[in-house]
């Protein structure tokens, strides 16, 4: 089991790409790369992949958000367990920027005090949302606990 976020069709288009960037930047987190070392992976060809700082006890299982071209392929695993680790502030922040910039299924094992802090750390990399784009994530993020199974 595990603190697991899943993300069905969700991809690293360009923009989110750009944003990821920008949210890695702004976090204050040290994020590595997909084995917990080195720098983390963000292109738009090869998509997002990127963990906690492992030698820091800071790393669980890799973040990896596939490019829109490597999402058709298959092959991939639409889910990421982060154990609510320093590195799951900027998964949950880059998850907030897939869902706005595309449509896909956003699901979590968080509650939505779970996700204030990503959703503050996008707003303050990438761009303020609006209320209704707050009241929508909130609602959806209410909707995907374990307890409305």
């Known amino acids: 089991m595990g603190y697991t976020h899943y993300f069905y069709g969700l991809t690293a288009t ?3 790409v750009a944003d990821a960037t920008k949210i890695i930047e702004a976090s204050g987190v040290t994020i590595c ?3 917990g070392e080195g720098l983390p992976l963000i292109s738009e ?3 997002i992949k990127l963990n906690g700082f492992a030698a820091a006890g800071e790393a669980y299982e890799t973040f990896s958000l596939p490019s829109a071209d490597a999402a058709g392929r298959g092959n991939h695993a639409w889910f990421c367990k982060t154990e609510n680790k320093p590195y799951d502030l900027v998964v949950t922040a880059i998850l907030t ?3 706005l910039r595309h449509p896909g299924i956003l699901r979590s094992d ?3 005090e779970s996700w204030t802090a990503g959703l503050t750390l996008y707003e303050a990399a990438v761009r303020p949302l609006s209320l209704d784009q707050k009241i929508a994530l909130e609602l959806d ?3 995907m ?3 409305h199974r």
């Open 14 to 16: 360009p923009k989110v």
């Open 33 to 35: 790369g997909p084995r």
């Open 45 to 47: 060809t090869h998509g």
């Open 97 to 99: 920027a897939a869902a």
């Open 110 to 112: 968080g509650h939505w």
């Open 141 to 143: 993020i209410e909707a």
């Open 145 to 147: 606990r374990p307890e």
